[in-house]
């Protein structure tokens, strides 16, 4: 059975931490994604990975970093919380028919 | 870049059919999607359309015309258990959405009254 985890369902940081969010995924997949999810605003893509050690920026990828050092698992960096940053934040992993399995989600909150 | 439109909300009648839009603009057309998403919950895979035409799967539908820029998501015989956000999302060989990531519309939400 697929399966994508992630490491914190819910987090509460200050403004200015440092905040990883890390997942993880037991299917083999080369991409992983990073998504960030707002009342209004729908998904939208922050970082993706297409293979270890290499990252792309998606649309918004501005405050966030992300880190590939092994293959089934995909980090978001926070380098300095802001508010602004409050969010549900999901992972998803791809097949080789293009869908995306996505994670249960971390909702952080950022005061 | 992209643009996709889906309406905000739906209401429907359990046991009965419902019809979710979806349109989009886009410079590189690579497939659309469709998500569902329970409340507190992650996306799950409803369906794909690369070509033209309708791909049905037991109650769920999709329906794609990439000349209109237009899909549908069509659901019968309706559940409780569909009240949900349907999402649809466009893959493109653009920038926007990375290059093999997917943008997203804003999700549609589905309220089942009995």
């Known amino acids: 059975d697929v399966k994508v985890t992630q490491s914190s369902r819910y987090l509460v940081k200050r403004t200015g931490e440092k905040v990883f969010l890390e997942c993880v995924q037991d299917?083999?997949?080369?991409?992983m994604f990073w998504y960030r999810q707002d009342p209004g605003l729908g998904l939208r893509l922050i970082y993706f990975s297409y293979d270890v050690k290499m990252k792309e920026k998606g649309d918004i990828p501005e405050g966030y970093s992300v880190s590939r050092e092994k293959k089934e698992r995909f980090s978001l960096i926070l380098e300095s919380a802001s508010t602004n940053q409050t969010s549900m934040y999901l992972c998803?992993?791809?097949?080789?028919?293009?869908?995306?399995?996505f994670g249960p989600g971390t909702r952080l909150t950022v005061t | 870049g992209q643009n996709i439109d889906q309406p905000t909300e739906m209401t429907a009648t359990e046991g009965a059919i419902v019809q979710i839009n979806c349109t989009y603009q886009?410079?590189?057309?690579?497939?659309l999607f469709w998500y569902q998403q329970h409340a507190g919950e992650a996306p799950t895979f409803l369906s794909y359309n690369v070509l033209d035409g309708l791909e049905e799967k037991g109650r769920f539908s999709s329906f794609l015309s990439r000349s209109k820029g237009y899909s549908y998501l069509l659901l019968k015989e309706l559940q409780m258990k569909d009240s949900a956000s349907y999402l649809c999302a466009v893959r493109d060989q653009g920038s926007g959405g990375g290059a093999d990531g997917l943008t997203f519309g804003k999700g549609t939400h589905l309220i089942i009254q009995p």
């Open positions: 886009t410079s590189g057309f690579n497939g």
């Open positions: 299917m083999d997949h080369e991409n």
């Open positions: 998803a992993s791809r097949s080789s028919k293009y869908e995306q399995y």
